[in-house]
Structure formats: C-alpha cells, structure tokens
C-alpha cells in the first residue's frame, strides 16, 4: 500500500516558471507540496540554493505537474467512454485504452515506487497487455490515479545528489534523473494514444488548447 503521508519540504521556494496550484484542485487526491509556484531563487526566509537545489526543484516541481495533467487527461477519457469501447482492441496487433492504463499504472509502479522508492516489485509486464475481459473502469482509474499520486510523492523527495546516481531498471542501466524523465515521457506518450483512441471511439473533439494554442481549461504551465 503506498504511503499517504504528505511530504513537507524543509524549506519554501517561490516565484518563477511553473505553477502547481491546479494539482490542488478537488479532483485529485493529491495535494503538491508546493502549491505555489516553483522559483529558481530562493525567498527571504528560505535556505539559498546552489544550481544543483534550483535544478533538481524545477526538474521536479515539472515532472509532477506532467503527470497530474497527463492522468487528468485520461481520467477524463474513461468517464466518456463505455466499459465496452475502454476494451475494444482494433486489431489484433494493438493495445485496448484498457490495457494502457494498466500499462501505465505497472510502468509508474516498476520505475518509481520499487526502484526509487523499495517498494516490492509486483509488476506482471505480460499481463498488462494480455488482458482481454473488461475490468471496471472506476477500479483501474483509481489505481493509475492513486499510482501516480505516490510517484509524485517520491518525485518530490528526491534530493539532488540523487538524481545523478545510477540504477538499473527493467535490465537498462540508467540514472534516478533518467528513470524520473523517461516515466514522464513515456505516460504522456501513451496518454495521447488514449486521446486519439477516445476521438475515433466518440467522433468528438477533445482538445485542450483553443486556435492561440492556449489552454481552455485555465491551467497555465509553463510548457503545454
């Protein structure tokens, strides 16, 4: 079971590139530990930050905010379609949007919560993609939703010096940074395979951006 508990950082940053104040919303369970906006300069009662402080805080701050939005997104996918079109495969050769989200909750939980974190190493790769009767939807949201959330909890906790150590995962040889940047990648990958998939399912549009490119649900990183 992942830990609840929320992280309280040792100090408080402010101002500059990225706010995380839409990770608070009712929405989500998860609440960002800095529901302000992220800085790469330290405030008057803060401790002052070299590069490698300011990197890592921004590295982390971003990579959790592309996570939240990336599984608000297909949360919002599941509750448009039906059970039957979540588990519709096109082809024989390719994936149901229900097979991707366990995809996504295995990959989030094999390269965060177990590598970085110790937790154990449940994950049935095979499984992921093998799985053909439908599964409630509200039961594989909660678990890619409560997944991600605790990922972003040891996102957050991870110090600087950390992110330069190397690991191997999954039999490649990388580093904690490499891990961390490859989920984010790799969710927002298949989270725009599950937004295309929902477009043919529902002949909808479902964009997120007006003509200017800018976002029309109000949120406003700092990259879309």
Not at 136 to 145: G, N, Q, S, W, Y
Not at 150 to 155: K, L, T, Y
Request: a negative charge.
């Amino acid at each position: 079971m992942h830990n609840s508990q929320q992280y309280q950082p040792p100090y408080l940053i402010q101002t500059v590139s990225i706010s995380l104040t839409h990770c608070n919303r009712a929405d989500s369970g998860y609440k960002s530990t800095e529901n302000h906006h992220t800085s790469f300069i330290a405030t008057e009662n803060s401790m002052p930050l070299n590069i490698a402080d300011q990197l890592s805080t921004h590295f982390r701050a971003y990579s959790t905010a592309r996570l939240l939005d990336a599984n608000k997104q297909i949360n919002r996918c599941l509750k448009i379609l039906t059970q039957e079109q979540i588990w519709t495969r096109p082809n024989e050769v390719s994936n149901a949007i229900g097979n991707l989200v366990l995809h996504l909750t295995g990959n989030v939980n094999q390269w965060i919560l177990t590598s970085l974190n110790g937790e154990p190493d449940q994950r049935d790769r095979p499984a992921e993609f093998a799985q053909r009767e439908p599964l409630p939807t509200e039961d594989i949201a909660a678990r890619l939703k409560n997944t991600v959330e605790a990922a972003c909890r040891v996102i957050e906790k991870l110090e600087p010096e950390r992110l330069t150590q190397g690991i191997n995962i999954q039999g490649y040889d990388t580093t904690i940074l490499g891990a961390v940047y490859h989920v984010v990648e790799h969710f927002s990958l298949h989270t725009g395979q599950i937004v295309y998939a929902t477009k043919l399912h529902i002949n909808q549009d479902l964009s997120l951006y007006d003509e200017h490119g800018q976002r029309l649900d109000g949120n406003k990183p700092s990259a879309p």
